[in-house]
Structures are given as structure tokens and as C-alpha cells.
Nanobody, 123 residues
Framework: QVHLVESGGGLVQAGGSRRLSCAFS????????VGWFRQAPGNERAYIGG????????YSADSVKGRFTISRDIALNTVYLQMDSLRPEDTAVYYC????????????????WGRGTQVTVSS
């Protein structure tokens, strides 16, 4: 049974940076595509990016392209979301998710979820 735990959320000023972590346990990240999602109050959860099981393919939504970067450390079994040039509209709960059945990276279907971490961007 895979277990995902997000960390790194908090309060950050607009224009600042934050790095979120998604720690896997129970399975190794190179068995999984890993995605990042976010959900702001009153909005549906949105897929913002992902990295493939091989690390060779990534996807970024237009809303974060050029500002957010996904990477991973296989030795630490952790996937990261580096967020730069943050805006107040980036305020949301951020979730990581994994899937063992491979799909195109722009496909938002994932079936293993963490509990999320809150990121608040102040203006």
C-alpha cells in the first residue's frame, strides 16, 4: 500500500517562492507517475502538473507554466513542486497523487492521494 504525505506549505508573500514535498512510502516513486493538484476555496481541484515514472516526461498546466517546476529525488523517494513568482491566486490546498498505471502526462486521472498542504500567498 502506497502512502503519500505532502509538506512544505505555509504563508508566503506574493513574488516569493516555496517548495512542496511529496514523500512516498510503501512503494518507490519510479513505479509511479506523480501529479500535483490544487484546490482553492469554492473551486474544483485542478491538475497543475506531473512527472512520469521514468522522470523523462513532465506536464505543466498553463496557469503555472514557467513558474512551477516538478522534480524528484529517487534516493529520498520524494517528489517536489518548486513554486516561484507566487501570486495571491495560487492560494490553495496542494495535493500530490500517484498512479501506477501509466497514462499520458496531461491525463488528470490519479488514484492514490495525499491529504494536502495549505499554501497561502499574501499580496
Amino acid at each position: 500500500q502506497v502512502h503519500l504525505v505532502e509538506s512544505g506549505g505555509g504563508l508566503v508573500q506574493a513574488g516569493g517562492s516555496r517548495r512542496l514535498s511529496c514523500a512516498f512510502s510503501g512503494r518507490t516513486i519510479d513505479d509511479y507517475d506523480v501529479g500535483w493538484f490544487r484546490q482553492a476555496p469554492g473551486n474544483e481541484r485542478a491538475y497543475i502538473g506531473g512527472i512520469s515514472w521514468s522522470g523523462d516526461n513532465t506536464y505543466s498546466a498553463d496557469s503555472v507554466k514557467g513558474r512551477f517546476t516538478i522534480s524528484r529525488d529517487i534516493a529520498l523517494n520524494t517528489v517536489y513542486l518548486q513554486m516561484d513568482s507566487l501570486r495571491p491566486e495560487d492560494t490553495a490546498v496542494y495535493y500530490c497523487a500517484g498512479r501506477v498505471y501509466k497514462r499520458p502526462m496531461e491525463d488528470p486521472y490519479y488514484d492514490n492521494w495525499g491529504r494536502g498542504t495549505q499554501v497561502t500567498v499574501s499580496s
